[in-house]
């Protein structure tokens, strides 16, 4: 008996999410470039770009940060980049998204002042 499989071409036809560019006629993957960020990372060795005519061209390392949705997936993920290369790349989900977002916030102020412990309920069950 051969299993019905649901039509997965009606995807690409629905509506737009609200964060979806809405631009992408030739595929149907959402993604929100318009609503990327960027964050340089200062401490971070240069990455080279290219070569102008005095040489080598560098470009601060940076994340891009921004949320796309494939075809066959069933909700969006929060994705981040390297720029400019777009290398490595990381899928979260959006509980996942918030976790990392905390615990970046959480640590930060940490850093900021070594008197402030804050400790992050989730990460208390796992083992360092």
Same mark, same amino acid.
């Given at each position: 008996?051969? !299993?019905?499989?649901?039509?997965?071409?009606?995807?690409?036809?629905?509506? &737009?999410?609200?964060? &979806?560019? /809405?631009?992408?006629?030739?595929?149907?993957?959402? !993604?929100?470039?318009?609503? !990327?960020?960027?964050?340089?990372?200062?401490?971070?060795?240069?990455?080279?770009? /290219?070569?102008?005519?005095?040489?080598?061209?560098?470009?601060?390392? *940076?994340?891009?940060?921004?949320?796309?949705?494939? !075809?066959?997936?069933?909700?969006?993920?929060?994705?981040?980049?390297?720029?400019?290369?777009?290398?490595?790349?990381?899928? %979260?989900? #959006?509980?996942?998204?918030?976790?990392? /977002? *905390?615990? %970046?916030?959480?640590?930060?102020?940490?850093?900021?002042?070594?008197?402030? %412990?804050?400790? &992050?309920? #989730? &990460?208390?069950?796992?083992?360092?």
């Amino acid at each position: 008996m051969r !299993m019905q499989h649901a039509d997965q071409s009606s995807w690409g036809n629905e509506p &737009c999410p609200a964060w &979806c560019d /809405g631009d992408h006629p030739s595929w149907p993957d959402h !993604m929100g470039a318009g609503w !990327m960020c960027f964050v340089r990372l200062s401490t971070e060795d240069p990455v080279l770009d /290219g070569q102008t005519d005095g040489g080598p061209a560098y470009q601060p390392k *940076e994340l891009e940060i921004y949320v796309q949705q494939g !075809m066959r997936e069933v909700g969006p993920r929060v994705a981040i980049g390297q720029r400019p290369t777009g290398e490595p790349k990381i899928n %979260l989900l #959006p509980d996942e998204a918030r976790h990392l /977002g *905390e615990g %970046l916030i959480r640590l930060a102020a940490m850093a900021d002042d070594d008197r402030q %412990l804050v400790k &992050c309920e #989730p &990460c208390d069950k796992h083992e360092a």
